[in-house]
């Protein structure tokens, strides 16, 4: 009678050690990515507060990518840019914000499609980079803290700050200066100019060519003399069967590049 028992209670343990096995590999082959909270406290059009999730432990997780897009206006706006005033920037602006809504839903825990590259590209959205460094490499190991993009930088040169400046105690340990998309045959900066200033490189439209790849991230208006960036943020990795993942995008904002 013991060993009956004892037979049964080893089945029973078999049984259950399976199912649980099961259910933690259904759990682990889930790649999901948790999207950037969207709600980013800016400081006027100059300066962003972006909180990364924290992704330790995250066997997909590889980096956070910024996506960009620049656009010609003739308008100076001196606060923070609101959704009524991009067509007043520049009406491409508006139709682009539009279009990526349906995708910025931070409701729905759906992963994002695995061709979220191709629908910034589409609209000629760009992934920014740092000069002398792999922002790839700096955004990877930045989840669980706090970034600041700052327009605003005293050196006249728009960077990306790793740690919460609005924290004096903070203390920012990394400031690099931000860089335009660049590659041979599909998009480099007229003059190879890549810094995120409003300079006659970036505001002439002239210089936007299909034919020489120039200044495909700038959007053309007849009105010139300020320039306005675009920004979304995403987190990004690789599943086990080597597919993109993305995380929902989140809309960052519009902010003005200094002269």
Do not use: W
């Not at 037979?7 to 099961?22: A, D, E, K, N, R």
């Not at 992704?55 to 001196?78: A, E, K, M, Q």
């Not at 990394?174 to 335009?180: I, T």
């Not at 208006?221 to 995008?249: E, H, K, Q, R």
């Amino acid at each position: 009678m013991k060993k009956r028992r004892l037979f049964h209670f080893v089945v029973s343990l078999l049984i259950t050690g399976s199912t649980l096995g099961l259910g933690s590999c259904g759990i682990e082959d889930y790649p999901y990515l948790d999207p950037v909270d969207s709600g980013i406290p800016l400081r006027l059009n100059t300066t962003a507060f972006i909180r990364l999730p924290d992704f330790s432990g995250n066997i997909y997780f590889r980096t956070f990518v910024i996506y960009y897009r620049i656009y010609i206006s003739g308008l100076s706006i001196p606060g923070t840019v609101s959704t009524s005033q991009m067509y007043q920037i520049n009406s491409s602006l508006t139709s682009d914000y539009n279009a990526m809504l349906s995708y910025t839903d931070t409701s729905s825990t759906t992963t994002a499609p695995s061709n979220m590259g191709s629908v910034f590209s589409n609209r000629r959205y760009y992934t920014l980079a740092l000069e002398n460094a792999s922002i790839d490499n700096v955004l990877g190991s930045a989840g669980g803290g706090v970034i600041t993009l700052d327009f605003a930088d005293t050196s006249g040169r728009p960077s990306l700050i790793i740690g919460d400046t609005r924290m004096p105690s903070n203390n920012p340990y990394a400031r690099y200066r931000l860089f335009r998309y660049s590659e041979s045959g599909f998009m480099r900066p007229y003059a190879d100019n890549r810094y995120f200033v409003n300079s006659n490189d970036i505001n002439n439209g002239a210089y936007i060519n299909t034919a020489t790849y120039t200044n495909l991230d700038v959007q053309y208006n007849s009105a010139s003399g300020y320039t306005y960036v675009s920004m979304y943020i995403l987190a990004y990795g690789v599943d086990s069967n080597f597919s993109n993942i993305y995380s929902t995008p989140t809309f960052i904002g519009v902010f003005r590049l200094p002269d």
